[in-house]
């Protein structure tokens, strides 16, 4: 399986700008500059897709592993808070924070915990980062 997307970008680092755009048309010509990246602008950026992505991700992983034990989620909400920081190297992400709360009816705490670490390791984007990633997982009653 492949998905691809695709970017434009005219101009400077600090004053150009950029759309980014997906083969599904989810994202089409959409925009990015340095201002949605490093200020405030109105746009999006590459850790804003990373962070949905890893959200995404490990919600279903979540899902995965929650069914292998015989689980159902009612619901699963992931959060995910990328920190790109300036390193020696450059500007890094170095941290990844996944802020999970589900509803698994019939689920013991052990049984949750088990199978959020499993999904924050196993995630195939948690396993493409070198980024540190830590989490907050919380069950519902």
Not at 64 to 73: I, K, R
Not at 101 to 112: K, L
Request: glycine share 10%.
């Amino acid at each position: 399986m492949k998905r691809k997307a695709s970017a434009v970008w005219q101009g400077g680092l600090k004053d150009g700008k950029g759309t980014i755009s997906t083969d599904s048309g989810v994202l089409d010509n959409t925009q990015y500059s340095f201002s949605t990246r490093f200020e405030d602008g109105v746009g999006t950026n590459p850790e804003e897709l990373i962070a949905a992505a890893h959200a995404g991700c490990f919600s279903m992983a979540l899902s995965g592993q929650l069914g292998s034990a015989g689980l159902t989620a009612e619901s699963i909400n992931t959060t995910a808070t990328v920190t790109l920081e300036k390193t020696d190297a450059g500007f890094t992400i170095t941290k990844v924070h996944l802020d999970v709360t589900a509803r698994i009816p019939g689920a013991e705490q052990s049984a949750f915990e088990t199978a959020a670490n499993n999904a924050k390791a196993g995630c195939p984007i948690s396993r493409l980062l070198k980024a540190e990633i830590t989490m907050d997982a919380r069950l519902e009653a």
